[in-house]
């Protein structure tokens, strides 16, 4: 594998009981890029997730990460070595403070890389990153708040902030636009960029407005199956893809 492509995955596939969610889909995502998976609901995308992130066993198919083959290992150890899917590492907890939850999840960061002493200094640089953190999303007003009683976009950014301080190589984020208002998706998007900067972001994301603008490339699934991929511009003016959307004949 070229060592342009963080991820690479061919043949991937996913049987349910004789029914394919995903199926033989080749997927190389290219390193320090925002690369999004789109299609129709239904289309496999969320099973591409849990394929990647070896949630779900995949019934055929190899993944290769950081040229290494993982498709048979397990979620933590590819968790581990970088490859970060948000909402199902880093789940928020409620009752800890969101100053406190980004710590737990520097910590967590700190025993991966097998650093664990803890001196002083260690204890003054986590409190340091994890403020420095929680400053990037706009959070500090809400540093001692419990994470529980945050408004559900706030909640989304912490939950994006408690990933990246994992420092992932490569963040999965399935549809983290999903549910915002519209005054939202700026910010947002904005915070997806950031924690975009020296790493790789694969996205599911419906909003077409929100790919227009963070995406570099976009691979567009059907019913399991690659349609098609390129620029936003290249799928966005594909009549398959156009089709695909419209669910029917293209208005012909
Ligand atoms: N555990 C499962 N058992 C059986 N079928 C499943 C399972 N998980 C997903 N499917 C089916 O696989 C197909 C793809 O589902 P998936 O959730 O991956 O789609 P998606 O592209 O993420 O859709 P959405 O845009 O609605 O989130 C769907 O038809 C779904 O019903
Ligand atoms: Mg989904």
Same mark, same amino acid.
């Given at each position: ?48 997730? =849990? ?14 990460? =950081? ?186």
């Amino acid at each position: 594998m070229s060592a342009d492509y963080i991820l690479e995955a061919t043949g991937l596939t996913k049987q349910f009981r004789g029914f394919y969610a995903v199926k033989d889909v080749d997927l190389r995502v290219r390193r320090h890029s925002i690369h999004a998976l789109i299609g129709p609901n239904g289309a496999g995308k969320t099973t591409c997730f =849990n394929l990647l992130t070896t949630f779900l066993p995949a019934s055929a198919g190899t993944i290769t990460f =950081n040229g290494r083959r993982i498709e048979r290992s397990d979620p933590a150890t590819v968790a581990r070595r970088g490859l970060v899917r948000s909402f199902q590492i880093s789940a928020v907890f409620g009752h800890m403070t969101v100053l406190e939850n980004v710590r737990v999840a520097l910590q967590r960061k700190t025993r991966w890389s097998h650093t664990f002493w803890r001196s002083e200094r260690v204890l003054q640089d986590l409190e340091r990153k994890a403020r420095d953190l929680v400053a990037s999303v706009g959070l500090s007003p809400w540093e001692h708040t419990l994470a529980g009683e945050l408004s559900y976009g706030r909640k989304r950014a912490l939950e994006l902030v408690t990933t990246v301080a994992l420092e992932p190589e490569l963040i999965l984020l399935d549809e983290p636009m999903a549910g915002l208002g519209h005054e939202d998706i700026e910010p947002a998007m904005q915070l997806i960029k950031e924690a975009a900067k020296g790493r790789t972001v694969l996205m599911v994301e419906h909003n077409m407005k929100v790919i227009a603008h963070l995406c570099d490339h976009v691979t567009v699934l059907q019913s399991g199956s690659v349609l098609a991929e390129g620029s936003y511009e290249q799928v966005a003016t594909d009549p398959r893809v156009q089709v695909a959307y419209m669910g029917g004949d293209g208005g012909h």
